[in-house]
Each structure stands twice: as structure tokens, then as C-alpha cells.
């Protein structure tokens, strides 16, 4: 994405826009806090696997939320801890990202009608940058959501957060 | 090793009135209905008596009835009047290969049965979580708050939506600003 074409013959400067070099960087080191909730971060955790390889795509689990970037929500949100994940996310450093991971955190998944300790969807408490469908989604389905929220900070400008 | 009939002889025995009847007609273990405010000392018999030792509580469940009388409120919801909460106590013994299980029925209206906390010390959360999602209150119970749902439930909602397990509960509509309805 443009960020080598200005490069001079000598190949130790480069040029680029002030955007796209934070964009890039930003994009390729997501650090996300190491939290999981149910059985969607058994797939989380499956995905950090040197199988799947998290890694690769700059993601690595921190245990704070003062050192994260993004916070993946990776499963079932009680009221009870729907609380405690505002609390997480206020506590994150701008800029932060939000991945709702798999049915539950999307809309309440199957405890939509009867969860009466489930809060239906993550996003009545906190902005969702990306949601990721499935039940859990598969390691490639969260790959796939990682891709799309890295589009999305490709194309952020330092005026405003989201393109 | 005993059979349900000789722990019931046993109890009727010893306790009296207060050993109601034995269901023998059961898919699982037979069951004995005992008074809810002698459930104590019943328990403690069970547990020391040698030739029982019923030494394990390997569960303690909360059930509501709902054999009550289904009214209408103003609001238009259905709730029922009347009718028992109950609690039933698994027992095994690890020793004798013996089990029964124990029954006690309260009134839903003011469900108040004994503790055995300190009997089987199991009981304890158990009792609470009974008591978080059905509302019986155990008495004597050395912490009795809520386990599952948050403590500060009851602020957000009314009579009819504190405790989910009832039959005829509804749903708050708001818990601390988030709105809990799909």
C-alpha cells in the first residue's frame, strides 16, 4: 500500500505520508488482551497456536489492558461481566479496537430469547469494530476478522479514528 | 448397605412426624419428604448414625413447584399464587454404597428451610445458589448472597424478576443501563 513506492536508488531512505507509515504500523502489531470468556477463545487460543499463528500478523496476547491494542470478545457476556469488559476497554489506550467474536458476542447467540443473565450483544456497551459470525467461528474466520480490521486501520487518517 | 424402606423405618423411628413420606416410585433413588424446619437434625442423623453414614451430599437442588394458582397482575403478567418451592438433597454414602435422596417442600411465599452447611460443607454454595435463583432462604447459612446473578440485582429489579428460576419470572428491563431484552 504505497508505503516503498518513494524509495531512492540508495535504498536507505524512504519516503512516505505520516498516515500510512502509523497505519502500517499500527496495522501490523494488533496487540490484543489476552481475555477470553467462553468456548469462542478455546478458538482464540487455537488461533494464537503455532498451527493458525496469530503471530504472523503481529497479534501477541498482552496482560494488560495499559499495553493492548485490541480487544478481542470472545464469547458469552453475562451482565456481570459485561461490566467489567467496559471497565477493560476504558482502561485501553487510543487508539483501541474491538473484535466481537462468534454469536454470543454479536447478538446474545443462543441465549437470545431465554439468557436472562446474558447481555444480547456486545455492542450496547462498547463500539464493535469488526464483528466475526459463527458458533465459535473457525481459527480462519477470526484470521479472516483480524484481515478486516486491519483494512479498516489501513484506511484511518490521524484527523479521525475510523475511515 | 440399606435399602430406602429400612433408612425410612429408621427415621420414622426416630424423628416422627417430622419424616413426611417415602416415594419409592422414582426413575432414581427413592425419596424421603421430611419437614423443611427438621431438615437439620434429620441430616445430622443420616450422616453419624453407623449403620448409615451418608457422608456425601453429591448434590443439593432447588425446584419450583409451580403448583400454585396462575393469576394475572395489573401489568398483565401471569404469576403464581401459592402452591411450594422445594429442595431435594442427594445422598451417598462412600463407605456403606448407599444412597437416598431427601426431599423438603416449602411454602413459596416465605421459603425458609434449614441449612446443612454444616453437615456437608457442599451445601454451601449449593444453598446459595438456591437461594440466588429461586429465593429460598436457608437458614442459618453462614453467607448467604447471591452467586450467579450480580449482588446488586435486586437494586434493578422488582418482585417478579428477582429470581430467574421461578416459573413466573420476568425479565428486568434495564440491569445498570444496559437494556436486557433481545
Known sequence: MGLLDK????????????????????????????????????????????HYDFDRFGVIPRNTPRQADAIIISGTVTLKM?????????????P????????CANCGGPYWEHGYHVLKGIDRVIPVDVYVPGCPPRPEALLEGLLKLQEKIRNESLRKKSA | MKSAEEIFEMLKGEFGDSILVLDNDTPTEPIISVDPLQIHRVSKFLR????????????????????????????????????????????????LKHKISLKVSTSRTEPKVESVENIWKSANWHEREAFDLLGIFFLNHP???????PYDWDEFTTEV??????KDYKNPEFYQGMKVPY
Open chain 2, 143 to 149: 453467607d448467604l448472597r447471591r452467586i450467579l446473578m
Open chain 1, 96 to 103: 483501541k479496537y474491538i473484535i466481537s467474536m462468534g454469536s
Open chain 1, 7 to 50: 524509495e531512492f536508488s540508495d535504498g536507505n531512505i524512504v519516503i512516505a505520508k505520516v498516515d500510512d507509515l502509523f497505519n502500517w504500523a499500527r496495522l501490523s502489531s494488533v496487540w490484543q488482551l489476552g481475555f477470553g470468556l467462553a468456548c469462542c477463545a478455546i478458538e482464540m487460543m487455537a488461533t494464537s497456536m503455532s
Open chain 2, 48 to 95: 453419624e448414625h453407623p449403620d448409615l453414614q451418608l457422608d456425601s451430599l453429591m448434590c443439593l437442588s432447588g425446584v419450583d413447584d409451580a403448583n400454585g394458582n396462575k393469576v394475572t397482575n395489573a401489568d398483565g403478567d401471569e404469576l403464581i399464587e401459592g402452591g411450594t418451592l422445594s429442595v431435594y438433597y442427594n445422598l451417598h454414602s462412600v463407605s
Open chain 1, 82 to 94: 459485561a461490566l467489567r469488559i467496559k471497565r477493560l476497554y476504558e482502561q485501553m489506550p487510543e
Open chain 2, 161 to 166: 424478576s428477582r429470581h430467574p428460576l421461578r
